[in-house]
């Protein structure tokens, strides 16, 4: 299989968790999207410091993540959010890995955000600054040039496995 085809095949996996619906549909909870960005904060230490792409700052999310979620945080204040280490355990266990590694990580978790960004970005709680961007079609671009090759399949799909296994540890609070 292709890497176009495997991300095809993990995107559609991904996008038919019923915790991605909820997002899809403006029916997440504050607190639940909080625990899904606190969760996905821990991919974005690893990609956005990690990844060739962060010397394309529109691209990276990192900042924009930590917005959303102080501002989820602030909201919903005193609740405490735990969270599963899931993404925590994800950027630990690849920290030491090859920069291609990295390369084909943060491509499938850019690209994930870039082509769900008109989809989510009014819908989720909050501002969903992590999907607004300022020239999308430049950061698609840059993705596409800079994509990685077809040895790296099997990391893109463990970038899409932790994106699926952080929705299913977040479906067993519901």
């Known amino acids: 299989m292709s890497l176009e085809q495997t991300i095809l095949t993990k995107r559609e996996e991904l996008h038919a968790h019923p915790i991605h619906q909820q997002m899809?549909?403006?029916?997440?909870?504050?607190?639940?999207?909080l625990r899904y960005l606190r969760e996905i904060k821990f991919i974005h230490d690893y990609i956005d410091h990690k990844a060739e792409q962060k010397d394309f700052m529109d691209i990276n999310r990192e900042i924009s993540l930590h917005v959303d979620i102080l501002e989820l945080v602030n909201d919903l204040y005193p609740?405490?959010?735990i969270t599963s280490n899931i993404g925590e355990d994800y950027a630990i266990m690849n920290m030491f890995q090859p920069l291609d590694k990295a390369k084909a990580h943060g491509y499938v978790h850019y690209r994930e955000y870039l082509e769900t960004s008109d989809m989510l970005k009014g819908v989720v709680p909050g501002k969903g600054r992590i999907y607004t961007f300022q020239d999308k079609v430049a950061c698609l671009q840059y993705l596409e040039n800079n994509k990685p090759g077809d040895e790296w399949i099997d990391e893109c799909i463990k970038a899409y496995d932790i994106r699926i296994n952080i929705l299913k540890e977040l479906e067993k609070v519901l």
Request: net charge negative.
């Open 24 to 33: 899809v549909n403006g029916q997440i909870s504050k607190e639940m999207y």
């Open 79 to 81: 609740l405490e959010v």
